[in-house]
Nanobody, 121 residues
Framework: QVHLVESGGGLVQAGDSLRLSCTASGHTICISHMGWFRQAPGKERELVTTITKNGETYYADSVKGRFTISADNAKNTVYLQMNNLKPEDTADYYC???????????????WGDGTQVTVST
């Protein structure tokens, strides 16, 4: 089992920045990638960004150029630097850790409890 703890959410104004953190603990062996999803009120959860153990990144078009994901593998921690925040970024942000394609392990996703980000105009 992998336990994910997020921090760093809050209420900010449009144009401000926030940094989210997510630390994984427990049986973290063979985690292939980590990332962030978000879910706005009344909408489905959507992928924001991911980073692999090799540092390869993916960003949703809506956040490219504004958000940056990074990782400290030694600390099993990923960070999401969010700049130039917009009201449409308002959502609950969930950390995800995935174990895919690891010999001897089933594919599985782990989720944090979420941290709220609210961007006012």
């Amino acid at each position: 089992q992998v336990h994910l703890v997020e921090s760093g959410g809050g209420l900010v104004q449009a144009g401000d920045s926030l940094r989210l953190s997510c630390t994984a603990s427990g049986h973290t062996i063979c985690i292939s990638h980590m990332g962030w999803f978000r879910q706005a009120p009344g909408k489905e959860r959507e992928l924001v960004t991911t980073i692999t153990k090799n540092g390869e990144t993916y960003y949703a078009d809506s956040v490219k150029g504004r958000f940056t994901i990074s990782a400290d593998n030694a600390k099993n921690t990923v960070y999401l630097q969010m700049n130039n925040l917009k009201p449409e970024d308002t959502a609950d942000y969930y950390c995800n850790a995935a174990r895919y394609g690891c010999a001897g392990f089933a594919d599985v996703d782990y989720w944090g409890d979420g941290t709220q980000v609210t961007v006012s105009t």
